[in-house]
Every structure is written in C-alpha cells, then in structure tokens.
C-alpha cells in the first residue's frame, strides 16, 4: 500500500511546485483529520456494541438503527456482530498502512497490518452481507441494494488488495487500496453524514424507518463519492493537471479537513464520548 498524500518520488509526472506541495501537505491533514475521527468512532463501536454483547443487552443495538438485533435471529446477530468488531479493526488499521515511513523502513509491519486490515475487511463485508441476507434492512429496498452493494465492493476490494500485494503488482495493489480505504471509511461516513443532515435540518427527507427521500440517497452516498474520490487519486499522476486546479483541490481538502475535525469534536462530545465513558465506568465497577 502506498502513501495516498504523495506520488513516488522517482515518478517523472512528479513537480514540485508550491501548488503540488501545498496539495500533498493538505491530503495529509485531510487523512490525519479522518484517521482521528475514525479511530475515535472505532473505539465507540468496541465500547457501545461490544459493551451491550457483554452486558447481554443486545437490544441497545437498536438505539441508533433500529432493527438490529431481534430475539431469535442469532446467526443474523453473529453476522452483523462480526460486521462491527471486524469495521473497528478496518477503520484503526487503515490509515497506517498509508504512512510513508512505516512502509518504507517497517515493511515486516507493513505487510502483516496489510494481511490483518484486508482480513478484517473481508469478514466485515461477509458479516453485513449475511445478515441483510437474512433480515434485511430497516430502509426496504433501496437500503438493501446499496448496502449489499457496499459489502460485495468491500469484498473485491479486499480480495484484489492482498492478491495483487502477493503477485507483487504493486501499481494495482496501491490502487485496490486506495479503493479498499474509500470503501472501508463508509460506515463512519454514514454517521457523520447523518450528524450533519439532522444537525442542519429538521430531519429533512428522513423517517423513522430510513426509507425518506434522504435516506434513499444515503444508501449510495456514503460509499459511491468516496471511489470517484478514490478513481482521481489513482488517475491523477496521468492526468495534467492545471496549478491553478491543484490550489483550488488543497484548498477544498484544507476546508473539509477543518469541517471534519470540528464535526469530530461535536459528535464526540455529546455522542461518541458520552458513549465510551459510560462503557468505561460501567467496566471498572
């Protein structure tokens, strides 16, 4: 895997104006800023899902998203708890395996966070399949098709990942990826989306049962942006790019990392926080 937040510096598209800098330092925030907020939202999902498995509340799954655990569903249970444990892991992994120096004087380290990181997306992706197979989804059709789409791309993804790092195709293996990272930072996205949503609106276009206007769209937009993303950073050492273009993209990437870190502080203090004290105090009881 290969660092997202510059090129390779033997590519000979490489320039190293003060637009292509000011764009590699501004990428860089914009994945410190993500890898924080997801690494805190990582250890929400332990504290709050974990915590209610080993409280044997289960029914507290279904404070946020209803219809995630019902008496009688076990094999369902199993696979949408293995959907979180193993999402955890994916979302604390991920950002490191972009970490130049790590890869480059750890590869050891490198490779067998890569093997962990690509396991845990599998599983990930099995788990959610299972039990939308199972069950469903609360948002009917429209949630079952994008997120079983979601689980099948996690799937091939994290498939074509480790395969291509094993043949040593290390042009497709940074590509699948940079995919794999896209996919595998949704779950998170689907949150703060909807923190942004409800905090903006009344609940504009949302219901109870996640089959609104907003919901339809959100069962696609929390995964389909991130691979258009995702396909500009993999393209983009063969495209010539404007410095005027490449300024306004930093400048976007500068903008969206200090949003995300000041959404991060909100949701953390009056949701994911809150959440993870009260698993922490409740454990040392």
């Avoid at 292509?20 to 410190?32: E, F, G, K, Y």
Wanted: charged share 10%; glycine share 10%.
């Amino acid at each position: 895997m290969t660092n997202i937040a510059a090129e390779p510096p033997s590519s000979p598209l490489r320039k190293d104006t003060a637009s292509s800098v000011s764009l590699r330092l501004a990428a860089s925030a914009l994945v410190v800023a993500v890898w924080i907020s997801a690494a805190i939202f990582g250890v929400y999902i332990v504290a709050f899902y974990g915590g209610a498995a080993a409280d044997g509340s289960l029914e507290q799954w279904n404070k946020h998203l209803p219809g995630l655990y019902e008496p009688g569903t076990s094999l369902a249970t199993i696979g949408i708890a293995f959907h979180f444990i193993t999402g955890a892991i994916v979302l604390a992994l991920g950002p490191i395996q972009f970490f130049g120096p790590i890869r480059n004087n750890v590869p050891a380290l490198h490779r067998w966070i890569g093997r962990l990181y690509t396991l845990a997306a599998f599983i990930a992706g099995i788990g959610g399949l299972t039990f939308i197979a199972l069950k469903g989804t609360i948002g009917g059709a429209s949630m079952n098709l994008g997120f079983s789409l979601y689980g099948a791309l996690m799937l091939i993804a994290s498939v074509e990942t480790i395969w291509n790092a094993w043949k040593r195709n290390f042009v497709q293996h940074r590509a699948w990826a940079i995919r794999l990272f896209a996919l595998a930072i949704g779950s998170w996205l689907y949150r703060m989306d909807y923190g942004f949503w409800l905090s903006l609106t009344p609940g504009l276009g949302h219901t109870k049962t996640f089959d609104g206007p907003f919901d339809v769209v959100m069962s696609f937009f929390f995964f389909v942006p991130n691979l258009l993303i995702a396909e500009f950073i993999i393209q983009k050492p063969r495209i010539n790019v404007l410095p005027g273009i490449t300024l306004i993209t930093a400048l976007v990437l500068c903008g969206a990392a200090a949003l995300l870190v000041l959404a991060t502080y909100y949701v953390t203090r009056y949701q994911w926080g809150p959440g993870i004290l009260v698993r922490l105090a409740g454990a040392g009881s």
